[in-house]
């Protein structure tokens, strides 16, 4: 069932926490204690965080020896996510993108429409970002709900779109008549979920980024090579030990933050990319920035980094503040790139 045998005990633990999490994090914000909500806006944030990066896993197949299953059980977490208005093959199909042609091919431009919007609008998103809504990752998956609306959209897809909204906006409701507080403390889930998935998307290239939605290759305007690749390329891990601790914060990514590995060897499981990190690079590698060296980055270019016109760049290993350059990206996630 598994594509490599050493697989099924982490695979069948990750997955099975996953499936069990979710419904159990909606089963304790139901609770009338708060320690209980507590705990259960935990296991929402951890599933949905988790199912995101088991859809990245299964778009290069590195679960699941059978393509197909790869598929239904990427559809599967999709849906757990609330990214089920993109369907998995248009996902996978983006992202592998990502890697052939080495930049972000997005499907929408959220700073061109900014700068195009009218200033209201404009004041409007930044004044929420700055309050740490993410509202351009909220701009972003409602581009990917309104597509079949606009020209070029199929009745069939419009169709797909509004049942998967009737059924997703049915279940809310039906959780907002249960308790309201509830329904709010899954919005709060959803909102550290968002904010963990673009923490880790913010820092993890220095590309260029192009929207297209067909198959337009992008510009033929430098040599982007496995050299290239890796240079624009960063692990935003915790750290690269393999004491306990650092291996528990990893996994809250999956450990998705071990870049530079994973561009290495896309088809490589979240499981083994920490050995192999430590076997493939040396100790003080450059690519490696840590989260700690990150966060002010993160709070202090929240607002740069939406109108920005590129990711900024990372000081050399020693240098003080070596990520406070370091502007990064918005708008990248690969649950919107369709």
């Not at 606009?150 to 008549?177: D, F, H, N």
Request: hydrophobic share 50%.
């Amino acid at each position: 069932m598994y594509r490599y045998p050493d697989g099924l005990w982490p695979n069948t633990l990750a997955l099975g926490a996953t499936l069990v999490l979710y419904p159990l994090g909606f089963a304790l914000v139901l609770q009338s204690a708060w320690l209980w909500n507590a705990l259960g806006v935990c296991s929402l944030v951890l599933s949905l965080t988790w199912s995101a990066y088991f859809v990245h896993e299964m778009a290069h197949q590195a679960i699941f020896k059978n393509p197909q299953t790869n598929a239904r059980w990427g559809t599967l977490m999709n849906w757990l996510n609330g990214s089920c208005y993109a369907r998995f093959d248009d996902l996978r199909r983006k992202h592998m993108r990502h890697h052939v042609e080495r930049a972000d091919v997005i499907t929408f431009d959220p700073k061109a429409f900014l700068l195009a919007s009218p200033a209201w609008l404009r004041a409007a998103v930044l004044a929420l970002e700055w309050a740490y809504f993410p509202a351009v990752e909220f701009i972003m998956r409602a581009v990917v709900i309104t597509m079949p609306f606009r020209k070029g959209g199929t009745a069939v897809e419009r169709r797909r779109m509004l049942a998967i909204a009737a059924v997703r906006t049915s279940a809310l409701v039906l959780l907002g008549m249960a308790s309201i507080k509830a329904l709010l403390l899954y919005f709060l889930a959803v909102l550290v979920f968002i904010t963990l998935l673009r923490f880790a998307d913010c820092f993890q290239h220095t590309y260029d980024a192009y929207p297209i939605l067909d198959d337009t290759p992008i510009p033929a305007d430098k040599l982007r090579d496995r050299a290239y690749e890796q240079a624009n390329t960063f692990s935003d891990v915790v750290g690269v030990g393999s004491s306990w601790g650092t291996a528990a914060l990893n996994m809250l990514w999956l450990n998705f933050g071990f870049h530079n590995v994973h561009h290495e060897r896309p088809t490589l499981p979240w499981y083994r990319l920490p050995a192999y990190h430590r076997e493939l690079y040396p100790a003080n590698f450059a690519q490696v920035v840590t989260v700690g060296e990150l966060l002010r980055s993160f709070h202090v270019h929240r607002l740069t980094r939406i109108l920005a016109n590129d990711y900024g760049a990372v000081a050399p290993v020693g240098a003080p503040g070596r990520a406070d350059g370091f502007v990064g990206a918005v708008g990248v996630s690969f649950l919107t790139a369709v």
